[in-house]
């Protein structure tokens, strides 16, 4: 079972590094696991060096082959860390996902203007979210 207190303390970390972004120092590919995560393996693991220049460990989430390198930028997201039993306390914590494009406000080449548009609005809904 997950202590809430200990969540209950993890909040101030979590809070500090929640949408701060940064670059892939170095991975690894977890293929053996604990019981608790046995069912996300494989996953990646990333060192990040974040813009202010300390470092932090996470999981690597919604990404692709090609992200899995050295120098990827990323940015720290909230997603559930555990699987507990159904009357626990739900884990929250901070795992690192790619920064593509698309979130960096770039837009793709060939769009019609109004299409174009709609991507730009959709992009400033999505960018502000992170």
Same mark, same amino acid.
């Given at each position: 079972?997950?202590?809430?207190?200990?969540?209950?303390?993890?909040?101030?970390?979590?809070?500090?590094?929640?949408?701060? %972004?940064? #670059?892939?120092?170095?991975?690894? +590919?977890?293929? !053996? =696991?604990?019981?608790?995560?046995? $069912?996300?393996?494989?996953?990646?693991?990333?060192?990040?060096?974040?813009?202010?220049?300390?470092?932090?460990?996470?999981?690597?989430?919604?990404?692709?082959?090609?992200?899995?390198?050295?120098?990827?930028?990323?940015?720290?997201?909230? %997603?559930? #860390?555990?699987?507990?039993?159904? +009357?626990?306390? !739900? =884990?929250?914590?901070?795992?690192? $996902?790619?920064?593509?494009?698309?979130?960096?406000?770039?837009?793709?080449?060939?769009?019609?203007?109004?299409?174009?548009?709609?991507?730009?609005?959709?992009?400033?809904?999505?960018?502000?979210?992170?």
């Amino acid at each position: 079972m997950i202590s809430p207190v200990k969540i209950w303390r993890r909040q101030k970390q979590i809070s500090r590094l929640l949408g701060k %972004r940064g #670059t892939v120092i170095t991975w690894t +590919e977890i293929m !053996i =696991a604990s019981q608790e995560f046995k $069912k996300f393996v494989p996953f990646p693991v990333v060192i990040v060096k974040l813009d202010n220049g300390n470092k932090a460990v996470g999981q690597l989430v919604d990404y692709e082959e090609a992200d899995l390198k050295i120098g990827t930028k990323v940015v720290a997201v909230l %997603r559930k #860390t555990k699987e507990g039993e159904r +009357e626990d306390v !739900i =884990a929250y914590g901070i795992k690192f $996902k790619p920064l593509y494009p698309s979130y960096a406000g770039l837009q793709p080449k060939g769009l019609s203007k109004q299409l174009r548009g709609s991507y730009t609005r959709a992009n400033s809904f999505v960018s502000g979210i992170f």
